[in-house]
C-alpha cells in the first residue's frame, strides 16, 4: 500500500472511531507525534487522547491530501458539538516507513484546544 493510502485509511479509521484498526497502522518503535500544545511518544498516548476528544467529534472532514514519497500532507476540519469553539482546522504532516505511520506533525491554533480542555492538557512523559 501507497504512504498516501496508508494515511487515508488511517484518517477514516480515526473519523469513525475505529481506534484500534487506526493503531495498527502505526509503527510501534520509534513513533512520535508532535503538536503546538503536546507531544505523544507510544500511539496508545495519542491514541488515548483522541479517544477522549471523541465526545465532541461532529465530523471529520478530509478537504485534501498529497503524498511525496513517504511524507504525505492532510488538510482537515475538525469540526465539534463545542459550540463556543466550533471547528478546528488542522495541517498534518505524516511520516510513513515501512508501511506504519512513524510521525504525525500536526498544525493547528492551539488556543482553541486548549480552551476547549480547559487547561487540562495532557503531560508528556
Known sequence: MEPKDIV????AHIHAQRF?????LLATDGFEYVGPNMRFLRPDDMLSYQFGMAAIQKDLVLRQISADGDHVFAIL?????FEPIGDVRLAVWFRVRND???TVEAFYNAAVVE????G???TPE
Open 8 to 11: 487515508a485509511q488511517y484518517i
Open 20 to 24: 484500534d484498526e487506526a493503531k495498527a
Open 77 to 81: 476540519d475538525y469540526r465539534t458539538n
Open 100 to 102: 506504519k505511520i512513524q
Open 115 to 118: 480552551n476547549m480542555l480547559g
Open 120 to 122: 487540562n492538557l495532557p
